[in-house]
């Protein structure tokens, strides 16, 4: 099967379950709001991520799979999957400093990125 296709269908179908996940899990959390629907499913995707990678690694036939899987329904579930993945290959590969670097680029330049979009916005 055409990789985009399979990107795309495991897109779809990780956005679907990130969506219906945020409609059974309460936003009430230890009796506070707290945005436990979102955490449950950045390391539910983390979780699986990491189990398809850790399953193809070596395994060239596996590919439509990592596609479909890793790609697709991470993806669309949560790319905080992908961002978890990447910072694990950097620390495996004894790159300690360019994970912590990243983390803090992607943590506080999203923040920074969203807090600009917010003010383009309402202004």
Not at 16 to 25: E, P, Y
Not at 27 to 55: E, R
């Amino acid at each position: 099967m055409n990789q985009y296709v399979l990107v795309f269908l495991g897109g779809g179908l990780g956005s679907m379950l990130r969506f219906s996940l945020g409609k059974v899990i309460p936003i009430t959390w230890l009796g506070t709001s707290f945005p436990a629907s979102i955490l449950t499913v950045n390391v539910l995707a983390s979780v699986v991520l990491g189990a398809v990678m850790g399953w193809v690694a070596g395994r060239p036939e596996a590919e439509p799979w990592r596609l479909l899987l890793g790609v697709g329904i991470c993806g669309g579930l949560s790319t905080f999957s992908s961002f978890s993945q990447d910072n694990l290959m950097l620390l495996q590969q004894g790159r300690a400093g360019a994970a912590l670097l990243n983390i803090a680029l992607n943590v506080f330049g999203c923040l920074l990125a969203s807090t600009g979009g917010w003010w383009l916005t309402t202004k």
